[in-house]
């Protein structure tokens, strides 16, 4: 008897864990995207889809956004003039080419 309420107990301990450790961290995605920053970063609200039409309104198509840095640019693929090129969106909404 003692044993079977002891495996409850800890079977209702383990799935209220489940249930409240979600809760408490946040999304996965934010709370990953912090998870490289530094404390002291600053996290803008902007997200994907408003830096991909900053990008396709700069001329840019077929936008795929990949990921945010702790600097707030988001940084992606997408084409112009033909070519597939890796792109930055800025926080203060300058789309730019990255790298070579």
């Not at 920053?37 to 396709?56: F, L, N």
């Not at 640019?73 to 090129?85: L, Y």
Request: net charge positive; with cysteine.
């Amino acid at each position: 008897m003692k044993k079977v309420m002891a495996q409850s107990i800890g079977t209702a301990v383990l799935a209220a864990s489940l249930m409240i450790v979600p809760a408490l961290l946040g999304p996965a995605s934010f709370t990953a995207a912090r998870a490289a920053c530094d404390p002291g970063d600053r996290i803008d609200a902007t997200t994907a889809g408003m830096a991909a039409k900053r990008a396709q309104s700069a001329g840019y198509s077929h936008v795929q956004m990949e990921h945010k840095g702790c600097d707030n640019v988001w940084h992606g693929f997408a084409m112009k003039n033909g070519a597939s090129i890796r792109m930055a969106v800025s926080p203060s909404g300058e789309v730019m080419p990255e790298g070579d």
